[in-house]
């Protein structure tokens, strides 16, 4: 089974898309993230925190705060964080 995802490349000549596939150094790259995140989530969240604004923000912060550490873009803070709300183990 191979990974892909379509992309889009800026080059000089303009804008370019196409399939990505996925090498060994995106897993390299992605499942020490995931762990990541997944622990410092878990450290971070509190009981209720998907209804109460401040708790929210907290894990919104520790999302955004391990994605700087790594000079992260794309996925954006908000973007993970509306993934992680949707999970029930969390």
Request: with cysteine.
């Amino acid at each position: 089974m191979t990974l892909s995802r379509q992309c889009t490349t800026k080059t000089k000549s303009g804008t370019k898309g196409g399939t990505l596939l996925f090498s060994h150094n995106w897993y390299t790259f992605t499942f020490p993230l995931t762990n990541e995140l997944d622990a410092k989530i878990m450290k971070t969240k509190k009981d209720g925190w998907r209804d109460n604004i401040q708790k929210t923000k907290a894990v919104r912060y520790a999302i955004a705060e391990t994605l700087k550490r790594r000079s992260i873009e794309h996925p954006t803070p908000e973007h993970i964080l509306n993934i992680v709300r949707k999970q029930q183990d969390y």
